[in-house]
């Protein structure tokens, strides 16, 4: 029978609170004995053991974790073997160290990932390098053009600057961007755009 301490409700003992987290765990859809050892050790200890951060409730929640843990390990592996045959294939084809293999290669990882499409790629290129990179990324579209359905829109933007623009600003932090290229790629409709700070003055 579970108890209560400044409002806050315990399992009584270990054995019941190994009880009640393994019926939470399975009414989830996770079995109990799936979880890590470690994991279920802990949760339990966090729902008998009286401490301001524990209780039954805190205990759930560890369990509610590894719910979505597991959920997003799932999402992950489907993503990943969803695109696994093309990407390999076509990162190949580019050259992996290539700066556009390396590139794609990291889009590749948002997408299984799922992360933020947008993000900023290496530590910045000049004018010159930015332009003979633009050309790269063609290749790569015309490569990813022979049978790569998976991979598409291979496309780039001229420098822009972005504080001139009105669009310094990075989002709520106090962080700026000046001059910048934009690279864009396609996954199975997932649209990914790497920034590319630009060095050096303009010409």
């Known amino acids: 029978m579970t108890r209560f301490l400044n409002h806050v409700e315990y399992a009584d003992d270990e054995a019941e609170a190994i009880e009640l987290l393994t019926a939470y765990s399975e009414s989830l859809g ?9 994991k279920r050790d802990a949760s339990v200890r ?18 509610e974790d590894d719910v979505n843990d597991q959920r997003r390990a799932a999402r992950v592996a489907e993503r990943t073997a969803a695109i696994q ?13 290539t700066t556009a293999g390396e590139l794609l290669e990291l889009c590749r990882h ?8 947008n993000f900023t790629f290496g530590s910045g290129m000049t004018e010159d390098d930015y ?43 106090l962080a700026t961007r000046g001059r910048q290229g934009n690279v864009f790629v396609t996954i199975v409709g997932a649209k990914f755009n790497a920034h590319i700070d ?3 003055k303009k010409k």
């Open 30 to 38: 996770l079995p109990w004995g799936v979880i890590p050892q470690r």
């Open 46 to 63: 966090v729902a008998w053991d009286e401490d301001k951060n524990n209780g039954l409730a805190a205990a759930k929640k560890t369990i």
């Open 85 to 97: 045959a093309q990407g390999n294939s076509l990162v190949k084809a580019i050259g992996a160290k």
């Open 110 to 117: 948002h997408y299984e990932q799922a992360n933020h499409p």
């Open 131 to 173: 332009a003979a990179f633009r050309e790269e990324w063609s290749d790569a579209a015309e490569i990813a053009d022979r049978g790569y359905d998976q991979f598409t829109k291979f496309t780039s933007s001229a420098i822009q600057d972005k504080e001139a623009l009105g669009k310094g600003q990075v989002g709520d932090t």
């Open 198 to 200: 630009i060095k050096g």
